[in-house]
T-cell receptor, first 110, second 113 residues
Framework: GEDVEQSLFLSVREGDSSVINCTYT??????LYWYKQEPGAGLQLLTY?????DMKQDQRLTVLLNKKDKHLSLRIADTQTGDSAIYFC??????????FGAGTTVTVRA | DGGITQSPKYLFRKEGQNVTLSCEQN?????MYWYRQDPGQGLRLIYY???????QKGDIAEGYSVSREKKESFPLTVTSAQKNPTAFYLC????????????FGQGTRLTVV
């Protein structure tokens, strides 16, 4: 089935690392995604990972995938105020469908 | 610039009225989607279209209708049958079946008054 779960809120101090966690249920998912949504805007793709990878790093972003536990995480190093947003985890269900989590609202405090 | 455009950004509707939300893309993408976003519930799929003149219901299609007469356009009509239409609506497109990186519009906030 398709069910992506994430915690709803995360508060982090500026300069610290943020870790956003996600679990998914479809073991056949080939791609997993992280999207960022700023207030009143659409979603922007941050990064993605293919299911045969364990880790992917892209500048301040690190994605970890534990396929056995169906667990995905996004780490943001040196979190800045501009990182305050809602972060969505998504899994590819089939060729044309993505299933999204509820989104984690990240608040960066000074 | 290529992109996906939703209009209007804000929309107010009286109860009992139908309203149509516009979504246009000039990315030459095959597939287009409509999602509804409510606080704490993430994105829920309303309708999607893989090709012109064809579309499928998503998870919450009741009270909505769509058309796909042109590749570039995928308008969504929120009908009076939709019991709780106040929400943020997002349109997205995907290049083809081998690539599911979705490109999103900026959204339309619909409020029923």
């Amino acid at each position: 089935g398709e069910d992506v779960e994430q915690s709803l809120f995360l508060s982090v101090r500026e300069g610290d690392s943020s870790v956003i966690n996600c679990t998914y249920t479809d073991s056949s998912s080939t791609y997993l995604y992280w999207y960022k949504q700023e207030p009143g805007a659409g979603l922007q793709l941050l990064t993605y990972i293919f299911s045969n990878m364990d880790m992917k790093q892209d500048q301040r972003l690190t994605v970890l995938l534990n396929k056995k536990d169906k667990h995905l995480s996004l780490r943001i190093a040196d979190t800045q105020t501009g990182d305050s947003a809602i972060y969505f985890c998504a899994e590819k269900v089939n060729d044309y469908k993505l299933s999204f989590g509820a989104g984690t609202t990240v608040t960066v405090r000074a | 610039d290529g992109g996906i455009t939703q209009s209007p950004k804000y929309l107010f509707r009286k109860e009992g009225q139908n309203v149509t939300l516009s979504c246009e893309q000039n990315l030459n993408h095959d597939a287009m989607y409509w999602y509804r976003q409510d606080p704490g519930q993430g994105l829920r799929l309303i309708y999607y279209s893989q090709i012109v003149n064809d579309f499928q219901k998503g998870d919450i299609a009741e009270g909505y209708s769509v058309s796909r007469e042109k590749k570039e356009s995928f308008p969504l009509t929120v009908t009076s049958a939709q019991k709780n239409p106040t929400a943020f609506y997002l349109c997205a497109s995907i290049p083809d079946h081998g690539n599911t990186e979705a490109f999103f519009g900026q959204g339309t906030r619909l409020t029923v008054v």
